[in-house]
């Protein structure tokens, strides 16, 4: 199953193009429902035709593509004069695998963990009783009903 970035970026030009203007449409509508101002960017989308849109998407796949055929071949961290904004699929496969490593790590760390907790002894928690007229007299409270007023103490003299 693709993310919905995926499925955008895989839309023919003229369904991307049919696709922005009704989505600016429906924030244009749901902005004038609740009395708030239009985006500036469904504005600019619905001032473009839907032709032109799609042109405009067709440019942009089209650069795309000569961009990512004309990456060098060289390695990322040579001299010469390519800097880390190119990124190689190696250098991909590498950062994944670290990845993988430290998650890995990190199930041990949870398994020994798991382990100690196990080792330690449990500590009894003490809760107060609830005696029948605590609960009673709780449930009257939460009722709203007034409880019994109780007698003052005296004090001694």
């Known amino acids: ?3 919905l970035r995926e499925q955008i970026a895989n ?4 369904e991307y ?7 600016a449409r ?3 509508r749901r902005a004038e429902r609740l009395g708030r101002p239009v985006p500036a960017s469904a504005l600019e989308i619905l001032a473009i035709p839907e032709d032109e849109l799609a042109r405009q998407r067709e440019k942009a796949i089209e650069v795309a593509r000569e961009a ?3 990456t060098p071949s060289t390695r990322a961290n040579e001299v010469s004069g ?7 699929d190696s250098d991909v496969e590498l950062e994944e695998e670290d990845e993988e490593d430290e998650y890995e790590e990190d199930e041990e760390d949870e398994d020994e963990d798991e382990d100690e907790r196990k080792a330690r002894p449990r ?5 107060t009783r609830r005696t029948g007229a605590n609960v ?22």
Do not use: Y
């Not at 839309?11 to 003229?14: M, R, V």
């Open 136 to 157: 009673k007299r709780t449930a009257r409270g939460a009722r709203g009903e007034g409880t019994q007023p109780r007698p003052r103490r005296r004090m001694s003299r």
């Open 68 to 70: 990512a055929a004309s």
């Open 123 to 127: 500590k009894s928690i003490s809760a």
């Open 17 to 23: 193009a049919r696709d922005a203007h009704a989505a």
């Open 1 to 3: 199953m693709s993310t």
């Open 26 to 28: 429906s924030a244009k």
């Open 82 to 88: 390519v800097g880390r904004d190119h990124v190689l």
């Open 11 to 14: 839309l023919e030009p003229i």
